[in-house]
């Protein structure tokens, strides 16, 4: 069962441009929400989190949305760089759970 | 602060060997879980490990095993290996009062022959 389901498996941007990964969940006793950053032959990156009490968090060029009713959140990394170029994973866990249940991953291009 | 770290980083072994990878969580870190990442997909949870006994298991077999030692490190062994085992496989430390807040090590690439 694919319970944290991740959109597009693939995207290419512009340099400056904004990028867009988007993730479903099922299973509303989920309550935290990170998103992971990982190159080739590298371990994933924590890049930001977010719990379902807030609708939005920014961290610089990045933001995760969150839409508690839609089971729905998203990461927007804006002024995209050829340096963002990497895969990107969206998870979710139970607090206190431990287990992080990832998405399939998105492999972001950002062309100069 | 130093990260997580692991090893070997690459590994090769021949279906039906037994294969240890070694963990060594960030400092300040009690809880060390593991994650097998087929190529080009999410990493999967294995189990995870605090105060040296296992706190919750995903759906692999017995033959996945692991260990954590007082220093809060941590070994994966897994016995009798599948060409499906053929993945890399992740180390995550965290604290056990966030235990979803957790940091990857490098990870450890496994070819099984």
């Known amino acids: 069962q694919q319970q944290v389901k991740q959109s597009p498996q693939s995207l290419i941007v512009q340099k400056g441009g904004i990028s867009i990964i988007n993730c479903a969940y099922e299973n509303t006793a989920f309550d935290y929400f990170p998103w992971y950053q990982q190159f080739p032959g590298k371990g994933p990156a924590l890049l930001i989190a977010?719990?379902?009490?807030?609708s939005e968090k920014k961290e610089g060029r990045f933001t995760i949305s969150f839409n508690k009713s839609a089971k729905q959140f998203s990461l927007h990394i804006m002024d995209s760089q050829p340096g963002d170029s990497a895969t990107y994973f969206c998870a979710a866990s139970k607090r206190q759970g431990g287990k992080l249940i990832f998405g399939q991953g998105t492999e972001l291009s950002v062309k100069p | 602060e130093t990260g997580v770290t692991q090893s070997p980083t690459h590994l090769i072994k021949t279906r039906g060997q037994q294969v240890t990878l070694r963990c060594s969580s960030q400092?300040?870190?009690?809880?060390v879980s593991w994650y097998q990442q087929a190529l080009g997909q999410g990493p999967q949870f294995i189990f995870q490990?605090?105060?040296?006994?296992?706190?919750g298991r995903g759906n692999f077999p017995p033959r996945f095993s692991g260990l954590q030692f007082p220093n809060y490190s941590s070994e994966l062994n897994v016995n009798a290996l599948e060409l499906d085992d053929s993945a890399l496989y992740l180390c995550a430390s965290s604290q056990i009062l966030e235990r979803e807040t957790q940091y990857f090590g490098p990870g450890t690439r496994l070819l099984v022959l």
């Open positions: 490990y605090y105060r040296e006994e296992e706190n």
């Open positions: 400092s300040g870190h009690n809880t």
């Open positions: 977010i719990r379902p009490d807030v």
